[in-house]
């Protein structure tokens, strides 16, 4: 791989640090999508993008937010800007042959979490569901089961949920709490799930971005919440304190892979970028400063005060765990959007 001069790294590290677009560049290049400005995004830069320029003199440049749609009219008219991708785990299993590559990742094939891993999605972050509750509300009486959230005879208040993918452990979470048995969770009763928000439809805010849903949790708009680990941990670090994580509960855990979109101009050296996201020492730097659990199973985060209680790899957790069935969103994906947006709009 070539170098390129100190005077061109310096560069690129400053470009990476601000965030700034920069034109498509040639074969010593990059463009890596992520999901926006925040503290995920950060966490990618800091520890995947910014060493790996230092290391083979290859700048990358950060584009946004993840689309599979936008993915997908690149590759259709045979212009793709794009070279790694970070999306949601079904679409990528969904994609896979021909709007995404697969991805050859040798050795470190075995150090993801079972079942996990698809010929065309490589995890980069996990998630949990995540109840909480505002302990200004409840605290002499805080929810402790999954099923309180859907209970507001005992726990009267406003809840909201993150509702633009239903995929991220949504309907998961709704069927845990009536009662589904983990191991009998799939194929997931639609229908059910969707039954258990009509029981609270009226007190039910739904946000179509995470963070629309965080700033409504800090500005006191909402009582209980579903939030993913990672926004949960965002919320914590802003300093909204009063919001408390509801331990003893199972967690749908989802996760967000990395994939290189067909046509990419410089696929192979995308994947070189993806392999190295992915050893342990940068899954764990990136699950520290995004508050994320590590992809490859060898990382050893350490996680502030704050993000421990959201640790989904936690020992105390591993009874807690239900894995999303990749294979099954990916063949029910499209059904099952449709059905949760009417029911949105219903």
């Excluded at 590559?101 to 999605?121: H, K, W, Y």
């Excluded at 192979?268 to 520290?288: N, V």
């Excluded at 994320?292 to 807690?320: F, T």
């Amino acid at each position: 791989m070539r170098r390129r001069i100190p005077a061109l790294l310096s560069a690129a590290t400053l470009l990476l640090a601000a965030g700034c677009a920069v034109s498509e560049g040639g074969e010593n290049s990059l463009v890596f999508v992520s999901y926006g400005q925040g503290a995920y995004q950060a966490g990618q830069r800091s520890a995947w993008l910014n060493p790996y320029t230092a290391k083979t003199g290859t700048t990358v440049t950060i584009d946004g937010p993840s689309s599979m749609a936008k993915l997908k009219a690149m590759v259709e008219a045979g212009k793709v800007t794009w070279d790694v991708v970070d999306t949601e785990a079904s679409s990528a299993a969904q994609a896979c042959g021909t709007l995404v590559e697969p991805v050859d990742m040798g050795p470190l094939a075995a150090a993801f979490p079972r079942d996990t891993l698809t010929p065309c999605g490589i995890p980069d972050a996990f998630f949990g569901m995540t109840l909480m509750y505002n302990a200004n509300v409840y605290g002499d009486h805080p929810p402790s089961r999954l099923a309180d959230f859907f209970d507001p005879a005992k726990f009267p208040g406003r809840r909201i949920i993150y509702g633009n993918d239903p995929s991220v452990g949504t309907l998961e979470a709704a069927l845990l709490a009536d009662g589904v048995p983990k191991d009998r969770l799939y194929p997931l009763d639609v229908p059910r799930a969707l039954a258990m928000y009509d029981r609270i439809r009226p007190e039910l805010s739904i946000s179509d971005t995470y963070g629309d849903q965080q700033q409504r949790m800090a500005g006191g708009q909402a009582d209980l919440a579903l939030i993913v680990s990672a926004r949960a941990y965002s919320l914590l670090k802003t300093g909204a304190t009063n919001w408390k994580v509801v331990s003893g509960v199972p967690i749908p855990v989802t996760w967000d892979v990395l994939v290189v979109p067909k046509g990419s101009r410089r696929a192979e050296e995308a994947k070189q970028l993806i392999r190295y996201a992915a050893e342990p020492a940068q899954s764990a730097a990136f699950a520290e400063r995004a508050g994320v659990g590590p992809a490859n199973s060898a990382a050893k985060p350490r996680y502030p005060e704050i993000a421990r209680a959201l640790d989904i790899w936690g020992d105390d957790k591993e009874d807690l765990r239900v894995l999303s069935d990749v294979k099954w969103w990916a063949a029910n994906r499209t059904r099952v959007v449709k059905t949760w947006s009417d029911w949105k709009t219903g």
